[in-house]
């Protein structure tokens, strides 16, 4: 079956502009998680969905960072007015919400902040 | 705090030569340990997860197994196509943040030469 897919794979934005990035998790996976990967650090987590219930932001490393989650599904992190420091992998990842809690990963969003 | 620790960094072999990748982990109780593999460019691939301490699971070249306090993943008579970066996870029994999140170790790159 598909998996988690992510777009765009790479994005290339200027300083100060803002960026999208889209994630459409495993049909029917009820839970969905955004992390930051950055060259030589671990996964960082940044935000949690779980069904309806309010979003986890607490791993969210500015207010520069939003994300939201329409319908249950597809997700769009938003980062504003971008920084340098912001160039690094997004990965998002969904799990079933039922028992397990084994998450699945998307390709990634290479962003390079220039 | 709870963290996790990958060693070594990097690991090369010669193919056929068998080794293990270690995972050292501190948490407050462990629901669930979980070994990632993930290519140059691509998302984390799931392999295993581990519940409780003496647990193994294998695939193909690849055993997992747990204690307490850390994993190993072994890795019997490796190919070229095992090479990749080998990522560990914890979820911990009462994670104060996110539910169903996972701290990830910085990984092992190992690296089989034919």
């Known amino acids: 079956g598909a998996g988690v897919s992510q777009s765009p794979s790479n994005k290339v934005t200027e300083k100060g502009k803002d960026v999208e990035l889209r994630c459409d998790p495993i049909?029917?996976?009820?839970?969905l998680y955004w992390y930051r990967q950055s060259l030589g650090q671990g996964l960082e987590f940044l935000i949690y969905f779980q069904g309806n219930s309010a979003p986890d932001k607490s791993g969210l490393p500015s207010d520069r960072f939003s994300a939201e989650r329409t319908g249950g599904s597809v997700s769009t992190l938003t980062i504003q007015r971008t920084q340098q420091e912001d160039s690094a992998v997004y990965l998002c990842a969904s799990r079933s919400g039922t028992v397990s809690y084994e998450q699945y990963f998307g390709p990634g969003t290479r962003l390079t902040v220039t | 705090e709870d963290q996790v620790t990958q060693s070594p960094e990097a690991l090369r072999l010669q193919e056929g030569e068998s080794s293990s990748l270690n995972c050292s982990y501190t948490?407050?109780?462990?629901?669930?340990l979980f070994w990632y593999r993930q290519d140059p460019g691509k998302g984390p691939e799931f392999l295993f997860t581990l519940y409780s301490a003496g647990e193994e699971k294998e695939k193909e070249r690849l055993k997992a197994t747990l204690t307490k306090k850390e994993s190993f993943l072994h890795i019997t008579a490796p190919k070229p196509e095992d090479s990749a970066t080998y990522l560990c996870?914890?979820?911990?029994?009462?994670?104060?943040?996110?539910?169903?999140?996972?701290?990830f170790g910085k990984g092992t790159k190992l690296s089989v030469k034919p």
């Open positions: 049909s029917g996976h009820t839970a």
């Open positions: 948490v407050s109780g462990l629901r669930g």
């Open positions: 996870a914890v979820r911990p029994m009462n994670y104060g943040g996110s539910q169903g999140n996972l701290i």
